[in-house]
């Protein structure tokens, strides 16, 4: 089964990049699976990091992932003929012919509730 695997938060020295990379090993070290990984123009953590940027270059970063998740991740399964596409994060394509999976494992708003804008959730 051939999977692409969008790994654009590997970058990202701790938390969800440190889930991304050892989920990636082992996915990759099953010999059933055939994991491709998505080729993304996005720049790992540097486009979360909304607090610094301005609303011009919040709405580029929006309009970046849209991109991402509503193009490029299911033209690439397409054209790398993959069964599947995985994103190990909360967000991932919301159409195409490929069947997509996310992985919902963000429990900050539980553990951290203090920390987080009222009006993010």
């Not at 938390?15 to 990379?21: E, H, I, K, Q, S």
């Not at 082992?26 to 790992?44: D, F, K, M, Q």
């Not at 540097?46 to 998740?69: N, P, Q, W």
């Given at each position: ?34 994991l491709v990984t998505g080729r993304s123009h996005l720049n ?38 993959c069964d599947a596409i995985f994103c190990p994060t909360s967000?991932?394509?919301?159409r195409g012919g490929t069947p997509s999976y996310i992985t ?18």
């Amino acid at each position: 089964m051939g999977v692409l695997y969008d790994d654009f938060l590997a970058a990202n020295p701790a938390g969800t990049g440190t889930f991304v990379r050892g989920l990636r090993a082992a996915l990759a070290a099953r010999p059933a699976i055939e994991l491709v990984t998505g080729r993304s123009h996005l720049n790992g953590t540097s486009e979360l990091d909304v607090g610094a940027k301005r609303m011009l270059g919040r709405a580029g970063a929006a309009a970046s992932h849209l991109r991402h998740y509503l193009r490029d991740l299911p033209a690439d399964a397409r054209n790398q003929r993959c069964d599947a596409i995985f994103c190990p994060t909360s967000l991932g394509p919301l159409r195409g012919g490929t069947p997509s999976y996310i992985t919902v494992f963000d429990l900050s708003p539980l553990t951290h509730a203090g920390t987080l804008d009222r009006s993010s959730g």
